[in-house]
């Protein structure tokens, strides 16, 4: 038998349609996720590659800073010029260049961490790492100019600071290197943009202090300066936005040179400690207006100050106050600007150079170079017209000279020449001075030629004595002035039928005289110096403003000097400074520098003088700015004084690396012994125009990176 079964399922049916509508819907939702995951890699790319970017550019711009200024330096020294290898590192290009370096701005990931994962055969996956070994792709002049930089001069650019004057070789050059030179002066494009007339103050005009964390002034206030500066816009990612295909704007900034003379009420390169005497005493009736800046400081004791600035850091006391606040703990310690600035206001009494990320200061300090002229050999082949020495040492600015050439003998250094030096119709003239014998036969020491018979001279105001004759026979006249005829009418007839010639002494405004010690001095009477110049006919007190005296050691033989030691000893030679109470004959000025020690014997520039057209002093007294520069001063000739009072700015050359802080009230009287803290009044003050900058001036540079932000500055 047979059986057979048929079962049935439930009846269904396949749609084609259904299928395909599922299947294309689910590609696109995963086409979808899948872009929208690559472009959310793209954007974590490109997120990643701008933070990276820039990281690496604010390394760029603080190394920018970093080499500028040192690059400015070598355009200025001896041989910059002398041959392709020596300048072509001071080119803007290569400073660029070699920030990129100095950054390691040229990949992501420092070789030393490499080599710290030890991943073998690690790739990286950042586009933005390249060579950039075309600088000019990363760095141009703001436009419509080309090049690397714009430069300052010349002309003015919208948005951007007031330009200085110079001739155009020298703007030719400030496009390929960082130019410093006294040939950059402020003309008439300048004027809306400065404090002061630019006729009267075309070198140093008043300049608003830039906001900055270094408060060597305040931010916004005036300060004394001379600014040059480059303009460039930097983009680092538009070297390679090829293949990272990055779309950055460029950035735009401005790189700032101050020259700033120092004008601080004290001021030194050097550790210096504050507050109390070499002999522990704290200081009394003392009066400091304004900041301090000292290359290292210590405060001692129980002291207050407006501000303090630092370039290598500080330590303050307990009893220390910067700006009415006192600061028992770190100051620069996190937190601790922000709470003062939020409670007391926007300045920071307190600070470094190093807070600020674009800032450098940088003091120009020669030391003991400052002092001696006769230690430089002249420069040439310099890229800048204004050399280095001539631009950082005292003694080689000053317009009148004054050296001891020889002496009796290497037993007795008693000088019997001396050689003075000044300008007249601007072109240097040597005087050469025997203190021994007269420049003509039977002449005494003294008298200077001035003319042959028959012709006339014109002395001034100068009163002089006169002599006529020749051979060792002479006529004389004492107290003469105005125009003299040197002839028989007026003298008489010395020497029958001989022609005969004109002779004068002036009141010389230097000798040399001995301390009561015994020790040799070049003794300076600086209120003769007026009607002297009148009697040489030289240039006026305007001009011939500042005096170095110096050892001409230079040559060698038994009557030849020997160069003075530094630390002075008592061995060497000094400077006495006399008759040196009224400087009103000086209408700009007066200075002295000397590697001398020097004895200050008289009141020193005490009388009031009239102030320049146009500007009034903020204490309604003007005296004549002066300056004294010296590697050692003490008070007193004669005697010793019983007190000193100073006033003014306070400064020290000491070199920046001493173990031993300068203190810079110390004072000495003539044997050398110390002032008690009692018999010292101090009253110091910071110059706040330039009316009151001496013929001679420490100088200083601050070094600013700025960003100039369209939306800020409006063009």
């Known amino acids: 038998m047979t059986f057979s079964s048929t079962k049935r399922g439930k009846p269904g049916f396949v749609s084609y349609v259904l299928v395909l509508s599922t299947g294309v819907i689910l590609t696109l939702l995963m086409v979808t996720a899948y872009r929208r995951a690559t472009n959310s890699m793209a954007a974590q ?19 920018i800073v970093a080499i500028t200024p040192n690059r400015a330096m070598r355009a200025m020294q001896h041989y910059s010029s002398s041959s392709d290898a020596i300048k072509f590192p001071l080119r803007w290009q290569n400073i660029f260049t070699e920030a990129l370096a100095q950054a390691n701005a040229r990949t992501s990931i420092s070789s030393n961490l ?95 202090y830039p906001r900055i964390n270094f408060g060597y002034a305040k931010p916004g206030d005036p300060f004394v300066a ?25 950035r735009d900034f401005v790189l700032s040179i101050y020259e700033v003379p120092s004008q601080l009420a004290i001021s030194a390169s050097s550790f210096m400690a504050l507050g109390q005497y070499a002999s522990g005493d704290a200081w009394q009736n ?21 501000a303090l600035a630092s370039r290598r850091g500080m330590t303050l ?63 040439s082949s310099v ?29 007795n250094k008693t000088p019997t020449d001396l050689r003075f030096s000044y300008l007249k119709g601007g072109v240097r003239q040597d005087l050469s001075i025997s203190l021994t014998t007269g420049v003509a036969t039977g002449l005494p020491p003294g008298y200077l030629p001035c003319c042959v018979e028959d012709e006339t001279y014109n002395f001034g105001t100068a009163v002089v004595d006169l002599a006529y ?10 107290g003469q002035t105005g125009s ?17 010639a004109g002779y004068y002494k002036p009141s010389y405004p230097f000798e040399v005289k001995s301390l009561t010690s015994g020790k040799i001095c070049i003794a300076v009477y600086p209120q003769r110096f007026a009607a002297f110049l009148a009697a040489l006919g030289a240039d006026s007190t305007a001009v011939n403003n500042s005096l170095v005296v110096n050892v001409d050691y230079t040559n060698i033989g038994p009557t030849y000097p020997l160069k003075p030691l530094i630390p002075c000893t008592d061995l060497d030679y000094g400077c006495i400074l006399q008759e040196c109470a009224d400087f009103t004959a000086f209408s700009k000025g007066f200075s002295l520098v000397t590697n001398l020690r020097t004895y200050i014997g008289d009141d020193f520039n005490i009388v009031q003088a009239t102030p320049p057209a146009g500007y009034t002093p903020v204490s309604g007294i003007y005296y004549p700015p002066c300056s004294l520069f010296t590697p050692e001063k003490r008070y007193g000739v004669e005697v010793n004084p019983f007190a000193v009072r100073l006033g003014g700015q306070i400064g020290s050359l000491a070199s920046d690396i001493i173990a031993n802080p300068v203190r810079p009230l110390d004072s000495k009287n003539v044997n050398g012994a110390n002032f008690t803290a009692d018999r010292i009044t101090v009253n110091l003050q910071p110059i706040v125009h330039p009316a009151e900058l001496p013929p001679i001036t420490m100088k200083n540079w601050l070094v600013v990176l700025e960003e100039r932000r369209k939306e800020f500055v409006g063009f």
């Open 45 to 63: 790319k490109n997120v990643q590659l701008n933070v990276d970017y820039s990281e690496k550019e604010d390394a760029i711009l603080r190394s």
């Open 114 to 208: 490499l080599t710290t994962l030890a991943i073998t055969n690690l790739r990286s996956g950042n586009s933005g790492d390249s060579a950039l070994g075309t600088p000019s792709a990363i760095f141009k002049a703001i436009a419509p100019e080309t090049g690397y930089v714009s430069v300052g001069v010349n002309r003015s650019l919208a948005g951007y600071p007031p330009p200085l004057t110079t001739s155009a070789t020298i703007r030719s050059m400030d496009l390929i290197y960082p130019i410093i030179t006294t040939g950059k002066v402020y003309g008439t494009l300048a004027q809306s943009g400065v404090g002061l007339p630019v006729a009267t103050y075309p070198n140093y005009n008043l300049l608003t």
């Open 226 to 250: 001379r600014r040059n500066w480059w303009a460039f816009s930097m983009d680092v990612g538009a070297h390679d936005a090829a293949l990272t295909r990055l779309a950055r704007p460029a």
């Open 286 to 306: 003392v009066t400091i207006s304004g900041g301090i800046f000292a290359g290292k400081a210590a405060v001692e004791g129980t002291t207050a100050f407006s």
């Open 317 to 379: 006391s307990g009893g220390t106050t910067l700006g009415g606040q006192s600061f028992a703990s770190n100051p620069f310690q996190p937190g601790v600007r922000e709470s003062y600035q939020l409670t007391q206001g926007d300045f920071f009494p307190v600070s470094l150079a190093s807070e600020s990320g674009r800032v450098a200061f940088v003091p120009i300090n020669r030391g003991a170079d400052f002092f001696d002229r006769l230690a430089h050999a002249a420069e």
């Open 383 to 411: 890229l800048s017209p204004t050399t280095w020495n001539n631009y950082s040492i005292g003694a080689l600015q000053c317009a009148m000279r004054l050296d001891i050439t020889q002496v009796v003998s290497a037993l």
């Open 469 to 478: 004759g020749k051979n060792g026979t002479y006529a004389y006249q004492t």
């Open 484 to 500: 003299v005829t040197f002839d028989n009418a007026r003298f008489g007839d010395p020497l029958v039928g001989v022609f005969k």
